[in-house]
């Protein structure tokens, strides 16, 4: 594509980790739409993951913050609007963890400071991100600000955890601030429900591949891949999405409407004439 939606345009990533992350899918897509950004990831995800190459390819800046600390987040906020002589117009947030979940804990076995820290980093960590951009007024007037979250927060997925409640609660922030910085400064806020994507993070939830095989034969369109997720996360950081806020856009193919597909009633008939 070489249409320009974002030239001029100046943001932070936060959460690329890989080629596989949907962060990292925004970050290209972006900067191919003429957008300039940093990039901002935890110390032992940098050392982990392959940002540099990210960094290049982009003529990204990395800054190293945790998320979960304020003095981090007013750190990377700072240092990018010193990079562009002033304040930005997007910002990602493309974060998530749960140690429930790697450490395949069951919801009805949780370890309650796992818990705490799956909800810190996935939800209260973008809380954080959006309180200090306010205070530091570091978002121009109708600048936009993008969440990745999950139908797991609406719907009961089996696997998906404690995550699923941080989810909610990041849904919910969205629509809160949403509703004050939009007051206030123009500034818009939304989370995209995407389909469930493989990346590094989104392996360890345990039957992955089945719910991905799954959600796309359950959806009319298919499951929304990682480049058509960063396609759609452009159109919502350009000036063509100024009037839309505080929602939890479905970006998943059709399934967050659907209830039976006939691929699925097909299936399920075979099962029980294989039961008889």
Not at 108 to 119: E, G, P, Q, V
Not at 213 to 224: E, I, K, Q, Y
Request: charged share 25%; glycine share 6%.
């Amino acid at each position: 594509m070489a249409c320009q939606l974002l030239e001029g345009k100046k943001g932070i990533i936060f959460g690329a980790l890989d080629h596989k992350s949907i962060a990292w899918k925004i970050a290209e897509r972006a900067y191919e739409q003429g957008a300039s950004f940093t990039l901002s990831n935890t110390p032992v995800a940098l050392r982990f993951g392959e940002i540099n190459r990210l960094s290049e390819k982009c003529h990204s800046e990395i800054i190293p913050a945790d998320a979960t600390n304020v003095s981090d987040l007013e750190h990377v906020f700072s240092r990018t609007m010193e990079i562009f002589g002033g304040k930005i117009d997007f910002v990602l947030h493309s974060i998530g963890m749960s140690m429930n979940v790697r450490k395949g804990r069951n919801y009805d076995d949780l370890d309650y400071d796992y818990f705490l820290k799956t909800i810190d980093v996935s939800a209260v960590s973008f809380h954080k991100m959006l309180q200090v951009a306010k205070k530091m007024d570091a978002i121009n007037d109708w600048g936009s600000i993008l969440a990745l979250t999950y139908i797991a927060a609406q719907r009961t997925l089996v696997g998906y955890n404690d995550m699923a409640d941080a989810k909610s609660l990041l849904e919910s922030i969205a629509r809160s601030f949403g509703y004050i910085y939009g007051r206030e400064k123009n500034v818009r806020i939304n989370t995209i429900s995407q389909s469930p994507t493989k990346t590094t993070a989104g392996s360890a939830i345990k039957g992955m591949d089945g719910l991905v095989d799954f959600t796309d034969r359950m959806s009319p369109l298919g499951n929304a891949t990682a480049d058509e997720c960063a396609d759609f996360s452009v159109v919502l950081f350009s000036d063509l999405s100024r009037k839309v806020t505080m929602q939890n856009i479905y970006h998943d193919g059709g399934f967050s409407s659907m209830a039976m597909s006939l691929k699925a009633m097909t299936q399920y008939n075979k099962s029980l004439d294989e039961q008889v």
